[in-house]
C-alpha cells in the first residue's frame, strides 16, 4: 500500500477498533526540540529492596506481610479505586447523572526479582504471568457482579508508576469501561456484517503489506498499527481470532509470551534505556453473552518521542481537537524491527 503522500504529508487514519481519527503530520518531525527533557534514572536496582512493599517477605502499607514468593504473585489491591461493597444507587437529576460501579482490583507481581522487568524476564518466567494472567481473568470473570476485567502495566515513574518493582494491575468492574466499550461497537457493527473477525481480516492486510510489522511467530504479530497515536505504540495480537486469553493453548501462551519479550526487549534497544510505557489487554466482556465478535490485543503506549529524554505530551490540539503524531507508524515500524 505505500504511498509517499503518507510520509510527506498532512493527513487523518482512522482508529478501526475505535472509529475515531488521528491528525498525522511527518512534516513536524523534522522541527527543532527546545521543550522539557526528562531526567532518566541511572539507578541500578538491587535483586531485592527491602524498603519495597511489594518484595517477597516484605510488609506492605496495610500491614500485611508477603509471602516468599518464587515467580508470580497476585494479591487484593490494598487502595483499589473500585470497591466490592459499594451499594446500589443512581443519581438522575436533571442533567446531573451517577450510577454506583462496584469492582475488584488486584496487584500482580511479575517477578520476586526488583531488578528486573517484563523486557529482562525470560519466555519462560513471562508465560507463568501469562498463566496469572488467564486465572484471573476466570475467577474474576466469574463474579456475577463483574462485566468486564481490564489487565494494565504501567512501567516508570514517568507513567505514574508508584513502585519500580516489576507489577501490573487487573481492575474488574461491573460496566464496560470506555475504551472497551468503543471497540465492543466498532467489533459487533463488523462482525454483523462480515461474520468474521475485525481484527483478524485487518491483520492479514497488515501481513500482506508488512510495512508496520515488527515481528511475528507461528501465532502472534507485533505491529505499530496504522492508525497508532503513540510515537512507538504496539500491538500484539493473534492471528486467528479468539476472544479472550483463555482460548490460547501452551504453544500459544509461549508464542505470546515470547511476542511480550521481544517488544519490551527492543523498546530498552531503542534509546538505550528502560522504556516507559502503558499496557493493556483489551478482550471480551465476561458479560455471560458469546461476545463472538471479540478479539482480544495487547496495546503499549510509550511517551518516549526523540529520545530517552524526550516525551511525547497530549497538549493543545490533543486535548481540544485529537489526537495527533509526527512520526509515522511506517518509520516507527522500521526502526523497531532494525533493532531485532
Known sequence: MENTHLQD??????????????????????????????????????????????????????????????????????????????????????????????????????????????AEMSVAEIKKVVHAWQKEYVELGAHEMINYVQIFENKGAVMGCSNPHPHGQIWSQSTLPNEVEKKDIQQRIYFASHQKSLLETYLKQELEAKERIIFENDEFVVLIPFWAVWPFEAMIAPKKAQK???????????????????????????????????????????????????????????????????????VGYEMFGSPQRDITAEIAAKRLRDLI
Open 9 to 118: 504529508y498532512s493527513h487523518k487514519r482512522l482508529n478501526i477498533l475505535t472509529g475515531e481519527w488521528v491528525l498525522v503530520s511527518p512534516h513536524r518531525a523534522k522541527r527543532p526540540w527546545q521543550g522539557q527533557n526528562e531526567e532518566i534514572s541511572k539507578e541500578k536496582r538491587p535483586v531485592y529492596d527491602p524498603s519495597c512493599y511489594l518484595c517477597a517477605t516484605n510488609t506492605r502499607a496495610n500491614g500485611e506481610q508477603n509471602p516468599d514468593y518464587q515467580d508470580v504473585f497476585v494479591f487484593d489491591n490494598d487502595f483499589a479505586a473500585l470497591q466490592s461493597d459499594s451499594p446500589t444507587f443512581e443519581v438522575n437529576d436533571g442533567l446531573f447523572k451517577a450510577q454506583s460501579e462496584t469492582g475488584i482490583c488486584k496487584v500482580i507481581c511479575f517477578s520476586p526479582d526488583h531488578s528486573k522487568s517484563l
Open 244 to 314: 479472550n486469553i483463555t482460548q490460547l493453548s501452551d504453544s500459544g501462551a509461549t508464542n505470546f509470551a515470547e511476542a511480550i519479550a521481544v517488544i519490551t526487549s527492543t523498546y530498552d534497544k531503542l534509546f538505550n534505556t528502560s522504556f516507559p510505557y502503558s499496557s493493556g489487554i483489551h478482550q471480551a466482556p465476561t458479560n455471560g453473552e458469546e461476545n463472538e465478535h471479540w478479539h482480544w490485543h495487547m496495546s503499549f503506549y510509550p511517551p518516549l518521542l526523540r529520545s530517552a529524554t524526550v516525551k511525547k505530551f497530549m
